[in-house]
């Protein structure tokens, strides 16, 4: 089956210690996307590749990266964690256009010790 | 300030009876919306979608309609399920796939 996949599902790291979260697609998508969600809320979007073009929310903090060597993988870079980073981080892919759904991964759960 | 707005964080209902889930937008500049079904442990899935050329799309037992002058749209399920229990997110798409998410609402489906 065609799908999303995050790796790890569980990550923890220390305060302050860089950590990266994987996202891989095998359905050949041209759009892919880093959401971040805390309990109850909204996934709230980080940034979007559409191909290799990188595109970054305005209220996206400097300390998250992301990271598109190819199409089929996208990795979020978090280069100094704090507590209040400690959120699920879902990954998700589209096709691109307005009426195109968006296929997401299981997310990865980043905890903050 | 949030542009997708699910006002009821819960419902719950009675296994064969319609479930009733709103959402409300306040950007004009929406012109599509999209439903999200989300299990524990696993990522959202799409559920359904409209156009804001259209008022109503159906899908099976989902069917959502869109009230293009309240800036509000819905989504109902007939009958209620127990498998249908899951948290739905509602979506607005405005450019470039991009989507704003509402906060959610729990559907709890009694047997």
């Known amino acids: 089956d065609a799908m999303v996949i995050q790796n790890p599902r569980y990550q923890v790291t220390q305060f302050g210690k860089p950590v990266t979260l994987s996202c891989s697609q095998t359905l050949n998508h041209n759009v892919m996307y880093w959401y971040q969600q805390k309990s109850s809320q909204a996934p709230k979007l980080l940034f979007h590749y559409y191909d290799k073009d990188f595109n970054n929310e305005a209220d996206t903090p400097d300390n998250f990266q992301s990271r598109r060597p190819n199409t089929s993988f996208c990795f979020l870079d978090i280069r100094s964690p704090g507590l209040g980073d400690a959120a699920m981080y879902l990954c998700?892919?589209?096709?691109?256009?307005?009426?195109?759904?968006?296929?997401f991964g299981d997310g990865t759960r980043l905890s903050i010790l | 300030d949030q542009q997708v707005k699910q006002n009821s964080p819960s419902l719950s209902v009675q296994e064969g009876r319609i479930s009733i889930l709103n959402c409300d937008y306040t950007?004009?500049?929406?012109?599509?919306f999209l439903w999200y079904k989300k299990y524990p442990a696993e990522g959202p899935t799409f559920l359904i979608s409209?156009?804001?050329?259209?008022d109503k799309n159906e899908d099976g037992r989902f069917t959502v309609f869109l009230n293009k002058s309240a800036k509000h749209l819905s989504l109902h399920i007939v009958p209620s399920q127990p498998g249908d229990s899951a948290v739905y997110f509602c979506?607005?798409?405005?450019?470039?796939?991009?989507?704003?998410f509402g906060d959610g609402t729990t559907l709890t489906v009694k047997p």
């Open positions: 979506a607005a798409s405005a450019n470039a796939g991009k989507s704003t």
């Open positions: 998700a892919t589209s096709r691109g256009g307005e009426d195109q759904p968006q296929h």
């Open positions: 950007n004009s500049m929406f012109d599509y």
């Open positions: 409209i156009s804001s050329i259209k």
